[in-house]
């Protein structure tokens, strides 16, 4: 059971970037949380997407999208082959928390559970992520997949979170 | 006409600086390789949310005139 989120790192976006890397990232933790609020440029397509240690590892992603309209859920596929958030405003950021557990440990596999959407489009993602690359997390990149630019825009965020669980 | 700039921020979580760095060619072929893969995907996403929305249409004219649905306009309405 998670006990204590200790802030490791945080940014926040003054001009717009095409991504935030998070570097020498220290190993005395067991898992880590990213939080991403964020926003594009792109009209209605897009997402965020992280990246370990500057390497494209092959993934595998599981989940569900879900479309509300009003108070009840009116539409529902499967997630696997799309981006991890969508477009928003910057008044209405689309947002994703990212659990990474067992970060620092080498040789097996690494895995994320992420929730996220996006107020603009009416979606809320939750999906699981396996990466190939079983190499200890030491550098985290975030960023924006999507038809525009591919920069999050001023006052987005992101927050790195290191938890032991004893 | 401006020139798109592409950057990226470090933030070292050992020492805590922070550093804009302009992205490498590399980086930046695979930035602009990515909004071409995305504008694709998307125009496919759009493309298919179109054919589902005509679908439940078609699917709720049927059933209100009586007529048979096709197994597709079915599946939509059953879970």
């Known amino acids: 059971m998670a006990s204590t989120y200790n802030l490791i790192a945080s940014y926040t976006v003054t001009t717009a970037v095409n991504y ?11 898992d880590l949380v990213l939080v991403v609020g964020g926003s594009n440029t792109a009209n209605d397509y897009g997402g965020f997407y992280i990246r370990f240690n500057n390497t494209d ?10 479309r509300w ?46 929730i996220g959407g996006s107020p603009d489009q009416s979606y ?5 992520v396996w ?16 038809a525009a630019t591919n920069k999050f825009t001023t006052n987005s965020s992101a927050y790195l979170y290191g938890i032991s669980n004893a | 006409m401006t ?19 302009p992205l490498t060619k ?25 054919r589902i929305a005509d679908l439940k249409i078609s699917a709720k004219a049927k059933l209100i005139a009586g007529e048979p649905l096709t197994e597709e306009e ?6």
């Open chain 2, 74 to 79: 079915a599946n939509l309405l059953v879970i």
């Open chain 1, 124 to 128: 809320v993602l939750y999906n699981n």
């Open chain 1, 20 to 30: 935030i890397t998070f570097a020498s990232i220290p190993s005395t933790y067991t």
């Open chain 2, 3 to 21: 020139t798109e700039t592409y950057n990226k921020v470090i933030v070292n979580c050992s020492t805590g600086e922070q550093e804009i760095m």
């Open chain 1, 69 to 114: 309209s009003g108070s009840f859920a009116t539409d529902s596929s499967k997630e696997a082959s799309w981006p991890l958030a969508q477009y928003s405003t910057t008044s209405a950021k689309s947002f994703a928390e990212y659990y990474i557990p067992n970060y620092s440990t080498s040789s097996t596999p690494k895995s994320a559970n992420f």
């Open chain 1, 131 to 146: 990466w190939s690359g079983t190499d200890a997390i030491t550098t985290i990149d975030v960023g924006i997949y999507d």
């Open chain 2, 26 to 50: 590399l980086e930046i072929d695979q930035v602009k390789a990515d909004i071409v893969k995305a504008d694709a995907e998307r125009a496919t996403q759009k493309a298919e949310e179109k």
């Open chain 1, 57 to 66: 590892y092959s993934s595998t992603i599981t989940g569900r999208r879900i």
